[in-house]
């Protein structure tokens, strides 16, 4: 077999091997009931009833539907336009972690535009997912598609001993196939 049709061959099988995990890229999140109400626990609640915000304090725990979010604060910034408070962004600080039955994904900061219908993590953001893991800088989760992206890191060290700063890091996991003597 030549050297190009061996090269093919091996992309080819390793494409396949991969694409599982790769092309996976929908979040157990997808089609999230975002009309659900928000459950809020905290140790402490400060309403800024002037400022239209309310900060929760004190291993903040958020959930909605399938959707946990959890973080050392979170400040809920709300309008008032049927005269009772509306959430329209939760900012999240501290340890933030948001989970799904089947992912993991934690960062420093977290963003939840309610109307937009999209989470975005920044800072040290990690994707656990069957076993897998993505490492990077900025994740953004649309709960509409579920589709779901990362950026690099912007500067400093990498997220993977040996990788180079400002890029994005993963282990995927091969699903193991019978084997054949």
């Given at each position: 077999?030549?050297?190009?049709?061996?090269?093919?061959?091996?992309?080819?099988?390793?494409?396949?091997?991969?694409?599982?995990?790769?092309?996976?890229?929908?979040?157990?999140?997808?089609?999230?009931?975002t009309g659900a109400p928000i459950d809020v626990d905290a140790a402490r609640i400060e309403i800024q009833d002037a400022d239209n915000?309310?900060?929760f304090?004190?291993?903040?725990?958020?959930?909605?539907?399938?959707?946990?979010?959890?973080?050392?604060?979170?400040?809920?910034?709300?309008?008032?336009?049927?005269?009772?408070?509306e959430m329209q962004r939760l900012d999240a600080r501290g340890n933030v972690r948001l989970v799904s039955p089947s992912e993991t994904a934690t960062g420093n900061t977290g963003i939840y535009d309610v109307n937009g219908k999209?989470?975005?993590?920044?800072?040290?953001v990690t994707l656990d997912r069957g076993g897998s893991s993505l490492k990077g800088q900025r994740l953004v989760l649309n709960l509409v598609s579920g589709q779901t992206s990362f950026d690099g890191r912007t500067g400093g060290t990498a997220a993977t001993?040996?990788?180079?700063?400002g890029r994005v890091t993963g282990r995927f996991v091969v699903p193991q196939r019978g084997t054949k003597p």
């Open positions: 077999m030549s050297a190009m049709k061996s090269s093919f061959l091996l992309f080819a099988l390793l494409a396949a091997a991969v694409s599982g995990p790769v092309a996976a890229q929908t979040s157990a999140l997808k089609g999230l009931d915000q309310a900060v304090s004190g291993d903040v725990i958020i959930t909605q539907g399938r959707m946990t979010l959890k973080a050392d604060s979170v400040k809920v910034l709300y309008t008032r336009s049927t005269g009772t408070p999209i989470v975005t993590l920044v800072g040290n001993p040996g990788a180079s700063p």
